[in-house]
T-cell receptor, first 117, second 110 residues
Framework: QVQLVQSGSELKKPGSSVRISCKAS????????LHWVRQAPGQALEWIGW????????TYAQGFTGRFVFSLDSSVSTTYLQISTLQSEDTAVYYC??????????WGQGTLITVSS | QSALTQPASVSGSPGQSITISCAGT?????????ISWYQHHPGKAPKLIIY???KRPSGVSNRFSGSKSGNTASLTISGLQADDESDYLC??????????FGTGTRVTVL
């Protein structure tokens, strides 16, 4: 069965960086893009962007260019989200999700990133 | 991109039908027929229950149905059950080839 398993919660100081992971299983990794979405406390889900798992090409939503970087390690069917220069506003649950075509059908369990001094 | 607008809460008694609205614009809800709905228990992964406005993934109950009119999409849950108590989110694939999500609706079974 399709599964996306994310890495555990992170507590980071403002100005630092973090990298979280999303490991896919149960399907052919390169056949579907993987997206990143976040939900800050009390806020709606916000789309961060996606990575083409076949070509490695990332696409970032407006407002998420520069500090947010997607990467892949296809040998272990894993995608990564790195966020640099963390700010308190980055405190959120971050989800990865698979895209078969214009919907997000399977989601990871979420990774809580807390940015606090 | 602004979030899609959903009512904060909807409630109903067991066996009743409820409908959750999701209002957007001509650039998101109204642009493509790529509207999805998710059931989201806090702390868990969102579960896809409707895609492409009206389609249900395998294994999802036919008590869940979707529709769209203009810039507003709707999710109807018929024969409401205690198990349906959860948060529900809508999503649209937009003209800009991005995703936008709704503000979320808490469904309470009375």
């Amino acid at each position: 069965q399709v599964q996306l398993v994310q890495s555990g919660s992170e507590l980071k100081k403002p100005g630092s960086s973090v990298r979280i992971s999303c490991k896919a299983s149960g399907y052919t990794f390169i056949s579907h893009g993987l997206h990143w979405v976040r939900q800050a406390p009390g806020q709606a889900l916000e789309w961060i962007g996606w990575i083409n798992t076949n070509t490695g090409k990332p696409t970032y939503a407006q407002g998420f260019t520069g500090r947010f970087v997607f990467s892949l390690d296809s040998s272990v069917s894993t995608t990564y989200l790195q966020i640099s220069t963390l700010q308190s506003e980055d405190t959120a649950v971050y989800y990865c999700a698979r895209d078969p075509h214009t919907t997000l059908d399977y989601w990871g369990q979420g990774t809580l990133i807390t940015v606090s001094s | 991109q602004s979030a899609l607008t959903q009512p904060a809460s909807v409630s109903g008694s067991p066996g009743q039908s409820i409908t959750i609205s999701c209002a957007g614009t001509s650039s998101d809800i109204g642009y493509f027929n790529y509207i999805s709905w998710y059931q989201h228990h806090p702390g868990k992964a969102p579960k896809l229950i409707i895609y492409d406005v009206t389609k249900r993934p395998s294994g999802v109950s036919n008590r869940f149905s979707g529709s769209k009119s203009g810039n507003t999409a709707s999710l109807t849950i018929s024969g409401l059950q205690a198990d349906d108590e959860s948060d529900y989110l809508c999503s649209a694939y937009t003209r800009a080839r991005s995703y936008v999500f709704g503000t979320g609706t808490r469904v309470t079974v009375l």
